[in-house]
């Protein structure tokens, strides 16, 4: 079972299920990718772009059952308005980005962590013997290059993968708090940010998906250690 906001529904990875509208939700998610590599399992998929942990609960939940062995999930982004503040950086001053950046990952590294934690006690009430396993957010910037479009000062650049810092870290503050796991995959993503030279995240030349991992993010990414983490 695969619930989530864009990350996980696959945004920038192409290749969209028409059915699913707004949703975004991609043939090669990293949930549609692992299962692949696991054909003894079968895929519902109800992740959707511009999920919260409000929607997950309200739209999403509902799929999940007594019988489910596995769940995915990446959600909380929206939560913590990452478009917002991502267009506060790219419009405004270095000074307000660090204002907004700052003031968001306050939010990721609290409030969030309790709202998450919340979120994973209702999916193992409703799947109690499922697998649950919580995939972050990585950092989007390279520390050097030049994005196109608009480009964005070093200064702004820290101050966004800060953000993106507190965002997995309050994922992950969330999951042990359950005893769910959690797939850091900062790591897997670094020197592959966007604006750098060899990006696995959607640059500014695709609006809709800025930001966003590219189909060998979500396959290098996501997917492959989605993969080490379901054994």
Request: aromatic fraction near 8%; include cysteine; charged fraction near 15%.
């Amino acid at each position: 079972m695969a619930l989530g906001d864009s990350y996980a529904s696959g945004v920038g990875a192409g290749h969209y299920d028409t059915a699913g509208g707004d949703c975004k939700r991609s043939a090669l998610n990293y949930p549609a990718l692992s299962q692949a590599a696991h054909d003894g399992y079968t895929l519902k998929d109800v992740s959707c772009s511009g999920a919260t942990i409000a929607d997950v609960r309200a739209d999403q939940l509902a799929a999940v059952t007594s019988g489910t062995d596995l769940v995915t999930l990446t959600v909380g982004g929206n939560d913590a308005q990452f478009a917002t503040v991502v267009q506060d950086c790219l419009l405004e001053t270095d000074s307000y980005c660090r204002t907004a950046t700052a003031w968001m990952s306050y939010y990721a590294r609290n409030q969030l962590v309790t709202e998450l934690a919340g979120l994973y006690e209702d999916i193992k009430a409703k799947a109690p013997q499922a697998e649950i396993i919580v995939l972050g957010y990585p950092q989007a910037l390279s520390s050097t290059g030049t994005c196109p479009v608009i480009d964005l000062s070093a200064a702004k650049r820290t101050y966004m993968n800060g953000f993106a810092d507190a965002l997995a870290e309050g994922t992950k503050a969330a999951a042990g708090q359950q005893s769910v796991t959690f797939v850091d995959v900062r790591d897997t993503f670094k020197d592959h940010g966007a604006c750098g030279s060899d990006p696995w995240i959607n640059d500014l030349n695709n609006a809709s998906e800025v930001f966003h991992p590219s189909l060998t993010g979500y396959l290098a990414g996501y997917s492959d250690q989605l993969n080490k983490a379901w054994g």
